[in-house]
Structure formats: structure tokens, C-alpha cells
């Protein structure tokens, strides 16, 4: 299947996801990662080995397009399932936060095109039995299939991947706080967001695990200003939201804000692992203001501070 024409019209909630499935004895996992982050599918390859790379479940590299050497990651091994047997096996190639990574897996199903609010939640058991790589529960065809988050997965093998908070609070020309909603479905990247904004003393930041629970407070920020009177930028500044979540992506977060009377003033940024250059057109589509790839976390505070102060000054 082509990835050309996947997913042409953005902010409609729609994800296709690539289900595969990871063999036990006894039991066979089902698991899914959005089409977006594939490259291709492939059988398995000849790999070497990778000294510097001391993780189990890394069993080597292989030479894959343009002569870049691609690390392997069996990911049965790492989700503590048993190693995978090679002779059917199948290998996903990746690409997110512009690293490429392959994943050997027992067998790929097919592709499914599905709405964000059939992938539901998953509750904190969940996330702590799977040490946070599951980021979503789908049921599907009487299949339960987990959607990996396979940036976890690559942070945790080599934490030099991994989104660090800047060393240094963002210096502000700011003159008093300000309001930042923010939507991630990891616990992880909100408290590093979190941390890095509030550390300047200029930000205040709400959160939100899904971009449906982002919407409701902003309907809620919305009803106060029209009860009150006052205006939006009184209440909040500025939503910097991830594309991939649960329940509502925030592509179709940005949209329903910029079609808004009275939201479409506040500046958005992405902040996502699918941004490429391939993808940048699916923010633009939507009329985001800024789009940042996941490990850029000081571009992201300079550009939201940017973006509030240039609409704070077309507001004087």
C-alpha cells in the first residue's frame, strides 16, 4: 500500500496504524504503530554487531538506504516476551524525531484506518506493567491491540535520543505570567514541558493527556470570557500540543481552535515526533503557528515566548 495519499486531508481525527503482532509460547500480542512513523516493511536482514550499543535488545545493524546503517531492535526482547524467531520474522523500519530505527517483529497483519477516539487511554496498571511503552488500547475485529511508543522505546536504549530539559531557563521579556495549555499524551514529555516553562516563573502551565480533554477546557476558558466579558488573552496565551494522542489528535485540536471566533487568536505550536518535512504541511493545513520535532525542547520554549509576545504587541 502506497504511503503517498494516506491521510490527505488533516484536523479530520483519522490515524492509520500498521498492526503487528509479537509470538510467545502460548500467545500471540497484538500491537499497532502509526503508518506516519513507517518507512517500509521488510524481511529480515544480515545485521552487525553493535558494541556501543549495550542494550539486549539490540541485535546489531544493517546497511539500509543511502548507505545509512540502521540499528535493529527486537522488540520482543525488549518488551520481555523472548526473543523473536527469525525464520518468519518481519522487520519495521521507522523514522520519528528524525532518527531512523527498525524493529524486528514476529509477523505484520495489515493496515487500519481508524478514528483517534476508538484508541482509548490506557489506565495507569497498564502503563505501569508496561513500563509507559503503551500509549493507546484499541479493540478491534474482538483483538485487543496496544499502539507502542516506540520513542520510549529508542530514549530508553540510547538515552543520548532521549528529550533532555535545557540546562537554562528561557530568559523573557515578559511582564507578567502567562497561561500556556499544554496536550501530551506521555507523562514524561508534560512533566519535562512543565518543568522547563515554569522554570523562567513567567508561565503557568495546565495540562491535558488528550487533545478532547484540551478542547474541554478551552470551552471552558471560552465560556468565561463570554460571561465575564473579558478577553481571551486574559485567560490564556498560547496551546502547545502533540499530534499523536488518544480520543482527539491535535491536528484536529488546531483546526478546531483556528475555526473558532473567538479561539482562532491563540497561537498553537505542535510539538510532535511527526514533525518532517514530509508531514510540516499537515500543521500548515490546519493553520498551526510553530511545529517542533519532539527532542527540540528549547526551540519550543523560545518559539512559544516568541509567539506570545508578538501577539501581545499586535494587541497594544
Request: glycine residues 6%; negative net charge.
Amino acid at each position: 500500500m502506497s504511503h503517498n495519499n494516506i491521510l490527505l486531508e488533516s484536523g479530520t481525527n483519522e490515524l492509520e496504524i500498521v498492526e503487528f503482532y509479537i509470538d510467545e509460547p502460548g500467545y500471540r500480542g497484538h500491537y499497532g504503530v502509526n503508518v506516519a512513523k513507517v518507512i517500509e516493511i521488510i524481511r529480515t536482514q544480515p545485521v552487525t554487531s553493535m558494541p556501543q550499543m549495550r542494550h539486549p535488545a539490540v541485535m546489531g545493524a544493517f546497511p539500509h538506504r543511502d548507505g545509512k546503517v540502521v540499528p535493529l531492535v527486537d522488540l520482543g526482547k525488549y518488551l520481555m516476551k523472548g526473543a523473536i524467531d527469525q525464520n518468519n520474522a518481519k522487520i519495521i523500519v521507522t523514522e520519528f524525531n528524525s532518527i531512523v530505527t527498525a524493529f524486528l517483529v514476529s509477523g505484520v497483519n495489515r493496515i487500519h484506518r481508524l478514528n483517534w477516539n476508538e484508541v482509548e487511554e490506557p489506565g495507569g496498571f497498564l502503563q505501569n506493567m508496561s513500563e509507559n511503552t503503551v500509549t493507546g488500547v484499541i479493540r478491534l475485529e474482538g483483538r485487543v491491540i496496544f499502539m507502542v511508543d516506540l520513542e520510549n522505546v529508542v530514549a530508553s536504549i540510547d538515552p543520548a535520543l532521549a528529550i533532555k530539559l535545557a540546562e537554562f531557563a528561557p530568559k523573557t521579556a515578559l511582564d507578567s505570567e502567562y497561561v500556556i495549555l499544554h496536550a501530551d499524551d506521555s507523562g514524561s514529555i508534560r512533566a519535562l514541558v512543565k518543568r522547563m516553562l515554569e522554570k523562567s516563573e513567567r508561565f503557568k502551565v495546565v495540562q491535558a493527556t488528550s487533545g478532547q480533554e484540551a478542547w474541554d477546557i478551552l470551552m471552558r476558558y471560552k465560556q468565561r470570557v463570554l460571561d465575564e466579558g473579558i478577553a481571551l488573552r486574559d485567560v490564556v496565551q498560547a496551546v502547545v500540543t502533540d499530534v499523536e494522542m488518544p480520543r482527539m489528535d491535535g491536528l484536529t485540536l488546531c483546526r478546531l481552535i483556528k475555526e473558532d471566533p473567538i479561539l482562532k487568536e491563540l497561537p498553537v505550536a505542535l510539538f510532535s515526533s511527526l514533525i518532517t518535512e514530509k508531514l510540516e504541511h499537515k500543521g500548515l493545513s490546519v493553520g498551526a503557528d510553530a511545529q517542533f520535532a519532539k527532542p527540540d525542547l528549547q526551540a519550543l520554549s523560545t518559539k512559544v515566548i516568541d509567539l506570545i509576545t508578538t501577539k501581545a504587541a499586535g494587541h497594544h
